[in-house]
């Protein structure tokens, strides 16, 4: 199994980058897939999830109406729409397979929101 993250950096406030979470080993289709951010001197915090087929999601508030999830299920890749970024946005951003078991997270990608 294996998910990596990628399409951080530098971002300027307002900016709309999109992140991608590829997904490897395992049947993409089948789970739940989260995304996590962890800002800096804060614990890691739910951004929010996409069900299997895609047709579900839900946000934390602070992201609701500016993040968007989605799935490509047959690419296996998850994404993470940002939008309207604001320097509190700055965090390590994280992907997440909600497998039965228990979750598998990715490395995450660093995501900086600075002029």
């Known amino acids: 199994v294996q998910v990596v993250e990628s399409g951080g950096g530098l971002v300027q406030p307002g900016g709309s980058p999109r992140l991608s979470c590829a997904a490897s080993g395992y049947t993409f289709s089948s789970y739940r897939m989260s995304w996590y951010r962890q800002c800096p001197g804060k614990e890691r915090e739910l951004v929010g999830w996409i069900t299997p087929t895609g047709g579900n999601t839900n946000y934390a508030d602070s992201v609701k109406g500016r993040f968007t999830i989605s799935r490509d299920n047959a690419k296996k890749t998850l994404y993470l729409q940002l939008n309207n970024l604001k320097p509190e946005d700055t965090a390590v951003y994280y992907c997440?397979?909600?497998?039965?078991?228990?979750?598998?997270w990715g490395q995450g990608t660093q995501v900086t929101v600075s002029s």
């Open positions: 997440r397979v909600e497998f039965w078991s228990g979750p598998y």
